[in-house]
Protein backbone atom coordinates (compact mmCIF):
# COMPACT_ATOMS: atom_id res chain seq x y z
CA UNK A 1 0.00 0.00 0.00
CA UNK A 2 1.30 2.88 -1.07
CA UNK A 3 2.21 5.84 1.84
CA UNK A 4 -0.51 8.13 0.05
CA UNK A 5 -3.59 5.80 0.55
CA UNK A 6 -2.46 5.73 3.99
CA UNK A 7 -2.48 9.16 5.05
CA UNK A 8 -5.96 9.45 2.66
CA UNK A 9 -7.38 7.15 4.93
CA UNK A 10 -5.96 8.25 8.13
CA UNK A 11 -7.24 11.69 6.89
CA UNK A 12 -10.59 10.65 6.52
CA UNK A 13 -11.23 8.78 9.64
CA UNK A 14 -9.66 11.61 11.55
CA UNK A 15 -12.11 14.19 9.60
CA UNK A 16 -14.84 12.00 10.80
CA UNK A 17 -14.15 12.04 14.61
CA UNK A 18 -13.34 15.82 14.18
CA UNK A 19 -16.84 16.12 12.64
CA UNK A 20 -18.66 14.19 15.10
CA UNK A 21 -16.58 15.76 18.03
CA UNK A 22 -17.83 19.47 16.58
CA UNK A 23 -21.75 17.86 15.92
CA UNK A 24 -23.67 18.78 19.19
CA UNK A 25 -26.01 16.05 18.92
CA UNK A 26 -22.92 13.62 18.11
CA UNK A 27 -20.87 15.05 21.18
CA UNK A 28 -23.61 14.46 23.26
CA UNK A 29 -23.39 10.79 22.36
CA UNK A 30 -19.71 10.61 23.09
CA UNK A 31 -20.37 12.21 26.41
CA UNK A 32 -23.20 9.77 27.82
CA UNK A 33 -25.50 12.80 28.01
CA UNK A 34 -28.07 11.57 25.67
CA UNK A 35 -31.48 10.42 26.69
CA UNK A 36 -33.01 6.77 26.25
CA UNK A 37 -35.04 7.87 23.16
CA UNK A 38 -32.13 9.13 21.31
CA UNK A 39 -30.24 6.06 22.07
CA UNK A 40 -33.00 3.76 21.11
CA UNK A 41 -33.28 5.46 17.55
CA UNK A 42 -29.32 5.37 17.21
CA UNK A 43 -29.19 1.65 18.16
CA UNK A 44 -32.20 1.35 15.60
CA UNK A 45 -30.01 2.76 12.53
CA UNK A 46 -27.13 0.76 13.90
CA UNK A 47 -29.17 -2.45 13.56
CA UNK A 48 -30.35 -1.18 10.03
CA UNK A 49 -26.83 -0.75 8.21
CA UNK A 50 -24.81 -3.17 10.09
CA UNK A 51 -27.15 -5.95 9.24
CA UNK A 52 -25.83 -5.36 5.67
CA UNK A 53 -22.04 -5.97 6.69
CA UNK A 54 -21.87 -9.73 7.03
CA UNK A 55 -23.23 -9.98 3.32
CA UNK A 56 -21.26 -7.26 1.51
CA UNK A 57 -18.53 -8.94 3.07
CA UNK A 58 -18.99 -12.32 1.55
CA UNK A 59 -20.30 -10.31 -2.33
CA UNK A 60 -16.80 -8.70 -2.24
CA UNK A 61 -14.61 -11.86 -1.25
CA UNK A 62 -16.80 -14.26 -3.92
CA UNK A 63 -16.35 -11.41 -6.55
CA UNK A 64 -12.51 -11.68 -5.49
CA UNK A 65 -11.96 -14.76 -5.83
CA UNK A 66 -14.15 -14.81 -9.61
CA UNK A 67 -11.38 -12.22 -10.35
CA UNK A 68 -9.10 -14.68 -9.18
CA UNK A 69 -8.69 -14.72 -5.38
CA UNK A 70 -6.01 -13.40 -3.58
CA UNK A 71 -5.25 -11.94 -0.01
CA UNK A 72 -8.09 -9.67 0.08
CA UNK A 73 -10.68 -11.81 -1.18
CA UNK A 74 -9.37 -13.75 2.25
CA UNK A 75 -9.78 -11.11 4.15
CA UNK A 76 -13.20 -10.09 2.55
CA UNK A 77 -14.58 -13.38 3.63
CA UNK A 78 -12.56 -13.71 7.48
CA UNK A 79 -13.96 -9.84 7.83
CA UNK A 80 -17.87 -11.57 7.26
CA UNK A 81 -16.87 -14.22 9.86
CA UNK A 82 -16.02 -11.49 12.17
CA UNK A 83 -19.12 -9.78 11.69
CA UNK A 84 -21.70 -12.15 12.17
CA UNK A 85 -24.28 -11.55 14.63
CA UNK A 86 -22.93 -8.07 15.45
CA UNK A 87 -26.57 -6.51 14.02
CA UNK A 88 -27.99 -8.64 17.09
CA UNK A 89 -25.85 -6.86 19.42
CA UNK A 90 -27.93 -3.69 18.64
CA UNK A 91 -31.00 -5.87 18.81
CA UNK A 92 -29.77 -7.22 22.38
CA UNK A 93 -28.97 -3.39 23.78
CA UNK A 94 -32.57 -2.28 22.35
CA UNK A 95 -34.47 -5.16 24.32
CA UNK A 96 -32.20 -4.24 27.37
CA UNK A 97 -33.74 -0.73 27.25
CA UNK A 98 -37.17 -2.71 27.14
CA UNK A 99 -37.70 -2.62 23.16
CA UNK A 100 -39.36 -4.98 20.93
CA UNK A 101 -36.34 -6.51 18.31
CA UNK A 102 -39.55 -6.68 15.60
CA UNK A 103 -40.17 -2.71 15.89
CA UNK A 104 -36.01 -2.82 15.50
CA UNK A 105 -36.30 -4.26 12.15
CA UNK A 106 -39.42 -2.54 11.09
CA UNK A 107 -37.60 0.86 11.88
CA UNK A 108 -37.42 3.54 8.73
CA UNK A 109 -34.38 3.79 7.43
CA UNK A 110 -33.07 7.71 7.65
CA UNK A 111 -31.76 9.32 4.37
CA UNK A 112 -28.23 8.80 5.02
CA UNK A 113 -28.55 5.55 6.22
CA UNK A 114 -30.50 4.66 3.19
CA UNK A 115 -27.40 6.11 1.16
CA UNK A 116 -24.67 4.10 3.12
CA UNK A 117 -26.69 1.32 1.98
CA UNK A 118 -27.13 1.79 -1.60
CA UNK A 119 -23.21 3.09 -1.73
CA UNK A 120 -21.95 -0.04 -0.35
CA UNK A 121 -24.37 -2.17 -2.22
CA UNK A 122 -23.43 -0.74 -5.35
CA UNK A 123 -19.66 -1.27 -4.80
CA UNK A 124 -20.01 -4.78 -3.76
CA UNK A 125 -22.32 -5.82 -6.00
CA UNK A 126 -21.53 -4.12 -9.40
CA UNK A 127 -18.75 -1.17 -8.65
CA UNK A 128 -15.16 -2.22 -7.80
CA UNK A 129 -15.27 -4.43 -4.39
CA UNK A 130 -12.24 -3.48 -3.07
CA UNK A 131 -14.00 0.13 -2.30
CA UNK A 132 -15.43 -1.45 0.81
CA UNK A 133 -12.18 -1.46 2.46
CA UNK A 134 -12.51 1.94 2.97
CA UNK A 135 -15.91 2.21 4.73
CA UNK A 136 -14.38 -0.50 6.71
CA UNK A 137 -11.51 1.52 7.98
CA UNK A 138 -13.09 4.66 8.38
CA UNK A 139 -15.82 3.36 10.49
CA UNK A 140 -13.51 0.57 12.41
CA UNK A 141 -10.98 3.65 13.43
CA UNK A 142 -13.85 5.86 14.55
CA UNK A 143 -14.73 2.36 16.94
CA UNK A 144 -11.75 2.14 18.03
CA UNK A 145 -11.42 5.54 19.28
CA UNK A 146 -14.87 6.40 21.01
CA UNK A 147 -16.68 3.13 21.03
CA UNK A 148 -15.26 1.89 24.79
CA UNK A 149 -15.42 5.76 25.97
CA UNK A 150 -18.74 5.90 24.93
CA UNK A 151 -19.83 2.90 26.66
CA UNK A 152 -18.25 3.60 29.78
CA UNK A 153 -20.02 7.65 29.92
CA UNK A 154 -23.30 6.26 28.86
CA UNK A 155 -22.86 3.94 31.90
CA UNK A 156 -21.80 6.97 34.13
CA UNK A 157 -23.78 9.43 32.93
CA UNK A 158 -26.90 9.01 30.89
CA UNK A 159 -29.14 7.79 33.65
CA UNK A 160 -31.37 5.53 31.06
CA UNK A 161 -33.09 2.92 32.61
CA UNK A 162 -30.93 -0.76 32.24
CA UNK A 163 -28.22 1.30 30.44
CA UNK A 164 -25.44 -1.14 31.92
CA UNK A 165 -27.24 -3.98 29.84
CA UNK A 166 -27.39 -1.99 27.01
CA UNK A 167 -24.12 -1.33 25.42
CA UNK A 168 -22.79 -4.30 24.02
CA UNK A 169 -22.42 -3.16 20.66
CA UNK A 170 -20.25 -0.70 21.32
CA UNK A 171 -18.18 -2.20 23.73
CA UNK A 172 -17.99 -5.18 21.14
CA UNK A 173 -16.70 -2.82 18.62
CA UNK A 174 -14.33 -0.66 20.90
CA UNK A 175 -10.91 -3.59 21.49
CA UNK A 176 -12.03 -5.57 18.53
CA UNK A 177 -12.00 -2.91 15.77
CA UNK A 178 -8.37 -1.89 16.57
CA UNK A 179 -6.74 -5.31 16.35
CA UNK A 180 -8.98 -5.43 12.76
CA UNK A 181 -7.42 -1.80 11.47
CA UNK A 182 -3.89 -3.49 12.24
CA UNK A 183 -5.05 -6.50 10.13
CA UNK A 184 -6.73 -4.20 7.64
CA UNK A 185 -3.79 -2.04 7.30
CA UNK A 186 -1.64 -5.25 6.56
CA UNK A 187 -3.75 -6.37 4.05
CA UNK A 188 -3.96 -3.12 2.19
CA UNK A 189 -0.33 -3.71 1.05
CA UNK A 190 -1.95 -6.04 -1.49
CA UNK A 191 -3.52 -3.35 -3.14
CA UNK A 192 -1.48 -2.13 -6.15
CA UNK A 193 -3.64 -0.42 -8.98
CA UNK A 194 -4.42 2.72 -8.75
CA UNK A 195 -7.84 2.88 -9.43
CA UNK A 196 -8.55 0.39 -6.90
CA UNK A 197 -6.71 2.72 -4.40
CA UNK A 198 -8.94 5.70 -5.59
CA UNK A 199 -12.02 3.85 -5.00
CA UNK A 200 -11.25 2.63 -1.27
CA UNK A 201 -10.46 6.46 -0.74
CA UNK A 202 -13.48 7.63 -2.31
CA UNK A 203 -15.29 5.34 -0.08
CA UNK A 204 -13.62 6.32 2.97
CA UNK A 205 -14.73 9.56 1.71
CA UNK A 206 -18.14 8.90 1.33
CA UNK A 207 -18.46 7.14 4.85
CA UNK A 208 -16.95 10.23 6.02
CA UNK A 209 -19.73 12.27 4.78
CA UNK A 210 -22.74 9.82 5.93
CA UNK A 211 -22.18 8.56 8.96
CA UNK A 212 -23.00 12.00 10.66
CA UNK A 213 -25.49 12.39 8.96
CA UNK A 214 -26.99 8.98 10.34
CA UNK A 215 -26.48 10.01 14.09
CA UNK A 216 -27.45 13.66 13.95
CA UNK A 217 -30.75 12.24 12.34
CA UNK A 218 -31.28 10.03 14.66
CA UNK A 219 -31.32 12.31 17.17
CA UNK A 220 -33.84 14.37 15.76
CA UNK A 221 -36.23 11.66 15.05
CA UNK A 222 -36.15 10.91 18.83
CA UNK A 223 -37.13 14.52 19.58
CA UNK A 224 -40.54 14.64 20.41
CA UNK A 225 -41.92 17.70 18.58
CA UNK A 226 -40.56 15.95 15.35
CA UNK A 227 -41.72 12.23 16.34
CA UNK A 228 -45.22 13.42 16.79
CA UNK A 229 -45.32 15.26 13.46
CA UNK A 230 -43.85 12.31 12.00
CA UNK A 231 -46.48 9.47 10.03
CA UNK A 232 -45.35 6.13 10.32
CA UNK A 233 -44.09 4.19 8.01
CA UNK A 234 -42.63 0.69 7.20
CA UNK A 235 -39.25 0.54 5.44
CA UNK A 236 -39.15 -1.21 2.29
CA UNK A 237 -37.96 -4.32 2.69
CA UNK A 238 -34.71 -5.71 0.46
CA UNK A 239 -36.53 -7.58 -2.48
CA UNK A 240 -35.05 -10.88 -4.27
CA UNK A 241 -35.02 -8.74 -7.10
CA UNK A 242 -32.62 -6.05 -5.34
CA UNK A 243 -30.86 -9.11 -4.54
CA UNK A 244 -29.86 -11.30 -7.29
CA UNK A 245 -25.99 -10.47 -7.08
CA UNK A 246 -26.38 -12.93 -3.87
CA UNK A 247 -26.00 -10.02 -1.38
CA UNK A 248 -28.55 -10.25 1.32
CA UNK A 249 -29.40 -9.28 4.84
CA UNK A 250 -29.39 -11.82 7.67
CA UNK A 251 -32.36 -13.56 7.62
CA UNK A 252 -32.99 -12.57 11.17
CA UNK A 253 -33.17 -9.28 9.81
CA UNK A 254 -36.37 -9.86 7.67
Same mark, same amino acid.
Given at each position: ???????????????????????????????????????????????????????????????????????????? /???? %??? #???? $?????? &? !? *????????????????????????????????????????????????????????????????????????????????????????? /???? %??? #???? $?????? &? !? *???????????????????????????????????????????????????
Amino acid at each position: MSANLLSLLEHEAEMLIATLDANPAARRLFEGTISAAEYSSFLEQTYQYVRWTRPLCERCGVRLIEAGGGPLASLF /LRKA %AEE #SGHE $QWALDD &L !S *ALGHEPRAARRSALLPATRAYIAWNRCCAETGTPEAFLGTAYVLEALSARRADRTATHLVARSGIPGIEGAVRFLRGHGGADAAHMHEL /LSEL %AAV #SSVA $QRDTIA &L !S *ARVTRELYPLIVAGTMTRAAPDVVSSRPSRRPEAPRDSESRAGCRPPASAS
